[in-house]
């Protein structure tokens, strides 16, 4: 009564070659060098304007900037390192960071700076990766520290 499909639907996949695909562990690595790589960036954003100068003599950004500069330096070169090692040692690019501080906006970037260390505090705990981990959770501290100090003042 019904005469058999003799063409292929349109609904079934092509052949398609050999497609690499990644391992979990791949993909988790990937997963965690981005959410540092982007905490990195605002670590890299918080310490410009804890550092930020006016005619060659630094000024702080405000009460309650945050960690001090120097802390922020040292945060971002180890956030570095473990991009780099996630990264099969390509180290970052590293934005410029913009001008101009207010308080509302250095409380937004240590707010946005807590949520990325969480994140990859979350990554890393998935991937059993002790280093980063205990990395994320440091910045995750200071930065809730850091608006706290905001928020009180």
Do not use: C, F, W
Not at 80 to 99: F, I, K, M, N
Not at 126 to 151: G, I, K, S, V
Request: charged share 20%; hydrophobic share 45%; proline share 6%.
């Amino acid at each position: 009564m019904y005469e058999p499909i003799r063409t292929k639907s349109v609904h079934t996949m092509a052949a398609a070659p050999e497609i690499p695909h990644r391992s979990r562990e791949q993909e988790l690595d990937i997963r965690l060098a981005g959410q540092l790589t982007a905490l990195l960036t605002v670590t890299d954003e918080l310490h410009a304007l804890a550092t930020r100068t006016d005619g060659g003599a630094p000024q702080d950004a405000g009460p309650g900037a945050g960690p001090a500069a120097a802390e922020l330096a040292t945060a971002a070169e180890r956030i570095a390192e473990q991009v780099a090692r996630l990264s099969g040692g390509h180290y970052p690019l590293r934005a410029e960071p913009t001008d101009g501080g207010t308080p509302a906006r250095i409380e937004a970037l240590q707010q946005r700076a807590h949520t990325l260390a969480g994140n990859a505090l979350a990554v890393a705990t998935t991937r059993e990766d002790a280093a980063a981990a205990e990395l994320a959770a440091e910045r995750m501290a200071a930065h809730a520290a850091a608006h706290r100090d905001l928020a009180s003042a």
